[in-house]
Nanobody, 123 residues
């Protein structure tokens, strides 16, 4: 089992920044693909970003590549999501996920999930 714990969420004004962290523990494996997803009220969980096990590849949803940056520190078993120029539409619960997805944008292809951290962007 792998446990994922997200932190760093909060309330921020539009245009502000937040840095989310996801710490992995348990039977961690540096070979996992790590992903960030978000879910707004009444909406389905959607893909935000993913990073390959060695950090060599990163993937982003179309609305965030110039504003969000995903990174990881394998020595600390931690993945980060730096979010800049936040917009009210970024408001959601953000989840960290780990696994071996073939299609990294699909939540169903990740094995482990954190409990989520709330991000609220005020206008």
């Amino acid at each position: 089992q792998v446990q994922l714990v997200e932190s760093g969420g909060g309330l921020v004004q539009a245009g502000g920044s937040l840095r989310l962290s996801c710490a992995a523990s348990g039977r961690t494996s540096s070979s996992y693909t790590m992903g960030w997803f978000r879910q707004a009220p009444g909406k389905e969980r959607e893909f935000v970003a993913a990073i390959s096990w060695n950090g060599g590849y990163t993937y982003y949803t179309d609305s965030v590549p110039d504003r969000f940056t995903i990174s990881k520190d394998n020595a600390k078993n931690t993945v980060y999501l730096q979010m800049n120029s936040l917009k009210p539409e970024d408001t959601a619960v953000y989840y960290c996920a780990a696994g071996y997805p073939v299609q990294y944008v699909k939540p169903s292809q990740y094995t482990y999930w954190g409990q989520g951290t709330q991000v609220t962007v005020s206008s």
